[in-house]
């Protein structure tokens, strides 16, 4: 339905007179006559002031197919860093009501997380930054040091609360019901690695090298880390070390390998391969993943200038490559390397 008729047609299931929602909007009657009669369309300004006044959504002025609002959703979430709580409000309300619909169930189950973690990350941020300003008066107390951990993910001295069991177990059982899952094996892994369960990785390993279209350079990289997990450097190192020269063409396993050397504070050579992998990475638009991992690695080894000069590749990638204009991720860039410009 065109703009003009729907609006017509809420002015008449409000029961109002075209003088009646001119004054609302403090315009003439000869402009709203316009818009009904598609003459003239209302400035973009009048939209919020008309979904106020219907008690609508500006997409309900529009009728959007759900397609094209659970696609408003997600770019929005992609373009801001918070939504106003009527937004969120709203969102979720129409997300949830697209879980009865076999069509749509997937990808309002996705997006409602996605708002849950949008909405969890812009409070984390909030809380970081004052539980900091907390710690800095008070650098003895705990209380605040506590809700800082939780907020940026911080380390956990306590086994209790650093261990991932609970991981652990929700991709057991999902790994159970679905035995020909790859990428949940993978998950698996991950978490037992983490908490250096090599022996039960072990047999996982075991059962996603023997799953059909397996990834042999994914799954030598995992004998690595599991060999690490068992205290047994030589033994990973070498595997790494035949990867890196059997596969010295495939990006893939260039960034696997300099992921391994970086986890082991081998700086130089991560950087070396972070770039071999950047370089042979042959789809466009490239991700920014090798460059914010040699950005870090410049940031931990105290070359803040190398590390902002990482970050003009990473904004200039994400401008000319992904045609990012004013994206969060974009925004954030140019902030952090502001900061590294600041500490240079």
Request: hydrophobic share 40%; glycine share 2%; proline share 3%.
């Amino acid at each position: 339905m065109e703009l003009g008729r729907k609006i017509k047609q809420l002015r008449f299931k409000s029961g109002l007179t075209q003088e009646q929602l001119a004054e609302k909007l403090s315009i003439s009657p000869q402009s709203v006559s316009k818009w009904e009669n598609s003459v003239a369309l209302p400035d973009i300004t009048a939209l919020p002031i008309l979904a106020e006044i219907f008690g609508i959504s500006i997409d309900d002025l529009f009728d959007l197919t759900v397609e094209q609002r659970l696609n408003r959703i997600d770019n929005r979430m992609d373009l801001e860093d918070e939504l106003p709580q009527d937004v969120f409000m709203e969102y979720e309300e129409f997300l949830k009501g697209q879980l009865a619909s076999q069509q749509y169930k997937k990808q309002a189950n996705e997006l409602l997380a996605y708002l849950y973690w949008h909405r969890m990350e812009t409070y984390a941020g909030k809380a970081a930054r004052y539980a900091k300003d907390a710690v800095r008066n008070n650098p003895d107390e705990k209380g605040c040091q506590w809700m800082l951990q939780k907020a940026e993910g911080h380390v956990a001295w306590d086994w209790n609360i650093s261990n991932h069991t609970a991981a652990i177990d929700f991709y057991k059982e999902l790994v159970e019901k679905n035995p020909e899952s790859r990428l949940s094996y993978y998950y698996l892994l991950d978490n037992l690695i983490a908490d250096r369960r090599a022996d039960e990785a072990e047999q996982i390993l075991q059962k996603v090298s023997a799953l059909k279209d397996t990834r042999y350079i994914i799954n030598q990289v995992y004998r690595a880390h599991i060999a690490l997990a068992r205290f047994d450097e030589p033994t990973a190192d070498k595997i790494i070390e035949n990867l890196a020269t059997e596969h010295s063409d495939e990006f893939e396993c260039l960034f696997e390998v300099a992921q391994y050397y970086a986890a082991k504070c081998d700086y130089e050579k991560a950087i070396k391969y972070y770039e071999l992998s950047f370089e042979k990475e042959p789809r466009r638009p490239r991700f920014t993943d090798e460059l914010m991992g040699i950005a870090d690695i410049y940031q931990i080894m105290g070359n803040y200038r190398k590390a902002a000069e990482t970050y003009d590749r990473i904004i200039e990638l994400l401008q000319n490559e992904w045609g990012m204009t004013e994206e969060t991720a974009l925004q954030q860039a140019k902030e952090q390397r502001a900061v590294l410009l600041s500490k240079a």
